[in-house]
């Protein structure tokens, strides 16, 4: 692999804008021996799999000829392929993505980095920043290349759905979850109205569109013969609560994962071939064979996972969900009792050896990890040792209920007579009224 730097003369021969376009990104590279930051201006790669990059300096004058990220998926391989080839991975890069107005100031931050490993400000910067591979495989159809003209031109209100972020959920092949008017007229006698849902599409040149869905009176799979027959009760069940089906369906003459979108009541079909396996969850590796159950739709089964700089390791089933277009893990079950960070930050001491002693505590003041209020107490459920919700008021009436019971039964032994609960009690028909008080142990 081949790597050449981009000579300031070849900048200079193109236009320069007055600023930079901060809606245009591109790839610095951090490398970690030495600290040095580089702006890619090119990445080339041959048939025969070779690859060279070309790069320039990270400053405003060279903002023309700095790489615009277009193809997240190509990026990925490329990087991919050249940790592969590279004898000692250490020296790989690191990646960020940064808009082309502020390339000189996160650079700056960057290199700074190295000589204060420990700054607060400037690991945030990175954070803010760094990408991987793994993400950029995620981007399913790059926003600058979405031709959101067509749809201010066919009358939607494209600044309100920048703000809405559907544009960022589009990228990650996301199902549409809002619906958008559109007051349309193609002609003086038709005109369009109507809410829609949004998805963004390929064609077979690679180019991004956008398709229209209308939501539907009954759900499809209801009113598809086909699929009215070949799904059961259970898997329309399932659907309905938006689920992913755990076998394959075949559709358009090829196998797809299956799920179901409740905005528009219309059936979402992932072609098994276009899903990829993580080869990680929580540091956890997915077999070869659990991989391709993965990639059908089903749920595969992990042991000895562990989240980053945690040794409490559990165990769980992850599955591919067609809402998301990645992985879903349901089924925790922790090694000893586990608190996530997000809670663990709220809690004082008192609060938090009650919740690791599998007492319950209230959720007053408490938020969960997307900021909302938590409307429920928690505790830890002692099957999985991970936090659940409770009720603590139920659980007081419960406890008051079971006091008061046990007082009874400690008034009646006082008295002489016999103690029986609930559960102890069996009433046979057959003999007597009078004997029946007295009952029997079964």
Do not use: W
Not at 254 to 281: D, K, L
Not at 352 to 359: D, I, P, Q, S, T
Request: aromatic share 8%; charged share 30%.
């Amino acid at each position: 692999m081949a790597k050449q730097e981009k000579t300031n003369s070849t900048a200079s021969e193109r236009p320069m804008p007055v600023h930079p376009d901060p809606d245009k990104e591109t790839i610095l590279l951090r490398y970690p021996e030495d600290g040095s930051v580089k702006a890619v201006s090119n990445l080339i790669q041959d048939n025969k799999g070779n690859q060279e990059i070309v790069t320039t300096d990270p400053t405003t004058k060279n903002q023309p000829a700095f790489y615009q990220k277009r193809d997240s998926l190509f990026i990925a391989n490329f990087f991919k392929n050249m940790r592969a080839q590279m004898q000692d991975p250490a020296k790989m890069p690191e990646l960020y993505i940064v808009s082309f107005d502020k390339v000189g100031a996160v650079a700056a931050d960057l290199r700074k980095l190295h000589e204060d490993p420990k700054n607060e400000v400037l690991l945030e910067t990175a954070k803010k920043y760094r990408t991987y591979t793994q993400n950029l495989e995620k981007i399913i159809f790059d926003e600058c290349r979405m031709p959101k003209a067509e749809l201010a031109a066919a009358g939607f209100d494209v600044k309100q759905m920048e703000q809405d972020g559907i544009f960022k959920e589009m990228e990650l092949g996301k199902e549409p979850q809002k619906l958008y008017p559109l007051k349309s007229k193609l002609n003086e006698q038709i005109q369009m109205d109507g809410l829609y849902a949004i998805k963004a599409v390929k064609n077979e040149y690679n180019e991004i569109g956008f398709e229209l869905q209308s939501p539907l009176a009954i759900p499809e799979f209801e009113q598809d013969a086909t699929l009215s027959i070949e799904l059961s009760a259970e898997d329309k069940k399932a659907l309905a609560a938006g689920k992913t089906l755990e076998r394959p369906i075949r559709h358009d003459g090829e196998y797809c994962v299956a799920g179901f979108n409740c905005t528009t009541n219309r059936m979402t079909f992932i072609p098994c071939r276009e899903i990829q396996a993580p080869e990680y969850v929580f540091n956890a590796r997915m077999s070869e064979e659990q991989q391709e159950e993965y990639k059908r739709g089903r749920k595969v089964h992990l042991d000895n996972c562990h989240y980053y700089g945690n040794d409490n390791t559990f165990s769980c089933d992850v599955q591919y969900d067609t809402h998301t277009r990645d992985y879903r893990t349901t089924g925790h079950h922790y090694q000893r009792p586990y608190v996530p960070d997000y809670l663990a930050r709220q809690l004082d001491d008192t609060r938090m050896r009650m919740l690791l002693a599998y007492e319950p505590i209230s959720g007053k003041g408490l938020t969960d990890r997307n900021g909302m209020p938590l409307k429920r107490d928690i505790c830890i459920d002692r099957n999985t040792n991970g936090v659940t919700y409770v009720s603590l008021r139920r659980m007081e009436q419960e406890k008051a209920q079971a006091q008061a019971q046990s007082q009874q039964q400690a008034g009646k032994q006082a008295a002489g007579a016999p103690v029986q609960s609930e559960n102890d009690m069996h009433v046979d028909n057959d003999i007597p009224e009078q004997s029946q008080s007295r009952g029997h142990r079964r």
